[in-house]
Structure formats: C-alpha cells, structure tokens
C-alpha cells in the first residue's frame, strides 16, 4: 500500500507540475518553475500522506510542504536565471568553412 501510495502520488504531481508550467512558462520561466514546484509537492506530500498507511496529522502536512517549497525556491531561482541567461543570449551564424 505504501508503493502504490508514493507511485500514484509521484505521477499525479508531476501531471500537476507539468500543467502549471506549460502554462505559465510563456509569461515568465522563474514563476513558472517556482510555482508548479509549489503546487507538485503540495500535491504530492497530500495525496501521499492520504492515501498512505502512515498515520500523519495535518500540521505535519503543512510543515512538510513548508519545508519543500522553501528549499525548491533557491533551486528554482537558479534554474530559471539559468534558463533565461541561455534563451538572451544572441544566436551566432555558423561560419562556412571553404
């Protein structure tokens, strides 16, 4: 029951996650990866502790989600400058070689 409580868990944040940043993705990178982590591991630790045999309280939900957000967000900052530095910079035509 724990297997099957972490791998449904797992798939539909991920589904969650992967419709939230496509769409905001378009609007900007940085607020579409920090959010739709957000929403992903908000999702998944819910769904998770619900359907799991592990009998948690809802303050430890929220102290887990807590917790995964605030250690996704450096990361995902980072991630999306990353990202943004790589999609400004300008794209050099190829030299022809004779």
Known sequence: RLALASGLAFALSELADFYVYTQL???????AVLVS????????????????????????????????????APVAWLAARGINRIRSRPVRPAVAVA
Do not use: C, H, N, Y
């Open 37 to 72: 982590g957000a929403v992903g591991a908000t999702i998944e630790t819910a769904l998770f502790l619900w359907l799991s045999p592990i009998d948690l309280t809802w303050p430890t939900l929220a102290g887990q989600v807590l917790v995964k957000v605030v250690l996704l």
């Open 25 to 31: 993705r378009k609007r900007s990178v940085l607020a």
